[in-house]
C-alpha cells in the first residue's frame, strides 16, 4: 500500500511547482534585483571593505622573538600600511635593534609582519595595524601579553635556613615553602626587586633549624595574577656530603656531578 501512494504525493507537487504562475514571476524579479546590484557596483565608487586580519591577542615568554602579522586581501591602491605601537610607526622596511617590520605573504595576500625581539614586559600592550587606499581605510590591533618569564634560579641549603631565589620573573610572583604535607609558606621572609626590564627577582628564606630534615623542603614559584606554579624545587639537607655541595648552589652541583663523570670516564680508560 505505502509503496504505491508515495510516488503519486511527489507527482503532485512536482505539477503544483511547475504550473505555479508565481514561482516564475519570483525568478524574473530576482534576476532584475541583480542586474541592478551590478550596475551599482560598477558606476557608483562605493567605499568597499578594506579587509584586514590581526591576532586579537598573542602571549609571549621574556627573551623572545614574537611576530604579528597583519594581511589583507587589497592588492593595488594601498597608500599606507603600517604598525602603531607606544608612539612609534613601523612600516616595511623599517627596523631598529627591537624590532623588524617586513612585508611578508604571497603576492595575492600582502602582509605586514613586525617582529619584536627579546620581548620583556614593557613590550606588552596593544599593537594596531593601520591599511589606507584609495578604497578607504581599516585598521586592527593585537594584544601582546607577557608571561611565563623566569631566567634563572638558585637555591641552597644548610642545617639552620633553606633559600631559593628566582630571577627574571614575570608576572611578580611568590615563593611557597612545604614540606611533605606541611605549609611552611608562612615561616619565610621574602625580598623582591624589580629589574630594568620590568621583571621581578625574588628570594624567600625559611629557618629550619630544629625542623626534621629527613624530608625535603620543596619551594614553589607562584604566580597569583595567574593561579599557577611556575617552578618547583627540592631542597634535600640529608648527609654531609651533599649539604656541603648544595649549599653552594645548584649550578655548582652540576659542575661537581660533571667533574665526578669527567673522574669515572678517565677511570675507565685506564
Ligand atoms: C576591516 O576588516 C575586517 C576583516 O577583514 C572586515 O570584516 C571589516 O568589514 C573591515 N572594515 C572596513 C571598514 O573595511
Ligand atoms: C631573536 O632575533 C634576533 C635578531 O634577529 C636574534 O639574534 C636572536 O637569536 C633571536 N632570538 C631567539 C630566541 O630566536
Ligand atoms: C605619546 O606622545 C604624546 C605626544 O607626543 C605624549 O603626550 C604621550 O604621553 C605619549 N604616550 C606614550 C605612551 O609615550
Ligand atoms: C646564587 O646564589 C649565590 C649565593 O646566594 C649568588 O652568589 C649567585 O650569584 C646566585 N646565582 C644566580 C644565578 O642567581
Ligand atoms: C647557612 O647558610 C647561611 C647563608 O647561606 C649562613 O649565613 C649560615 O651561617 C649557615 N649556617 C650553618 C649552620 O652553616
Ligand atoms: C600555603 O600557605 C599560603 C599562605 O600562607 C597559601 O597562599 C598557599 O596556597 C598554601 N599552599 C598550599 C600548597 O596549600
Ligand atoms: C630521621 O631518620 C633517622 C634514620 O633514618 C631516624 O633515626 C630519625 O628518627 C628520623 N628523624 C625524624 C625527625 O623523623
Redesign the pocket.
Known amino acids: 500500500m505505502k509503496d504505491t501512494s508515495q510516488p503519486r504525493v511527489r507527482e503532485g507537487t512536482m505539477i503544483k511547482v511547475m504550473s505555479s504562475p508565481c514561482g516564475v514571476r519570483t525568478q524574473h524579479v530576482s534576476g532584475w534585483v541583480s542586474i541592478i546590484w551590478l550596475t551599482l557596483a560598477i558606476s557608483v565608487p562605493v567605499t568597499a571593505d578594506v579587509p584586514l586580519h590581526t591576532t586579537a591577542e598573542v602571549a609571549a615568554r621574556c627573551g623572545e622573538n614574537v611576530t604579528l602579522t597583519c594581511g589583507t586581501a587589497l592588492l593595488q591602491d594601498i597608500t599606507y600600511f603600517a604598525w602603531v605601537a607606544k608612539n612609534k610607526t613601523y612600516s616595511e622596511g623599517q627596523s631598529d635593534a627591537e624590532v623588524q617590520c617586513k612585508r611578508t605573504g604571497m603576492n595575492s595576500n600582502p602582509m605586514l609582519s613586525l617582529t619584536l625581539i627579546n620581548v620583556m614586559p614593557g613590550d606588552k600592550g596593544k599593537y594596531l595595524c593601520k591599511l589606507r587606499s584609495t578604497q578607504g581605510t581599516n585598521s586592527s590591533a593585537t594584544l601582546v601579553t607577557v608571561q611565563d618569564c623566569l631566567e634563572s634560579y638558585n637555591s ?1 641549603i ?4 633553606a ?1 631559593c631565589s628566582f630571577s627574571g620573573v614575570y608576572p611578580r610572583g611568590i615563593i611557597h615553602w612545604s614540606q611533605g604535607d606541611v605549609n611552611l609558606t608562612g615561616l619565610g621572609s621574602t625580598q623582591e626587586e624589580e629589574d630594568q626590564e620590568g621583571r621581578y627577582s625574588v628570594s624567600s628564606t625559611i629557618y629550619v633549624q630544629g625542623g626534621n630534615h629527613n624530608q625535603s623542603y620543596k619551594c614553589q614559584l607562584w604566580i597569583p595574577s595567574h593561579g599557577k606554579y611556575l617552578f618547583s624545587h627540592e631542597l634535600h639537607l640529608t648527609d654531609r656530603l651533599i649539604d656541603s655541595v648544595m ?1 653552594s648552589g645548584g649550578m655548582v652541583r652540576l659542575q661537581w656531578i660533571f667533574l665526578m663523570v669527567e673522574i669515572l670516564m678517565v677511570k675507565f680508560m685506564i
Do not use: D, G, H, V
Open positions: 641552597s644548610n642545617k639552620s635556613q633559600k649549599s
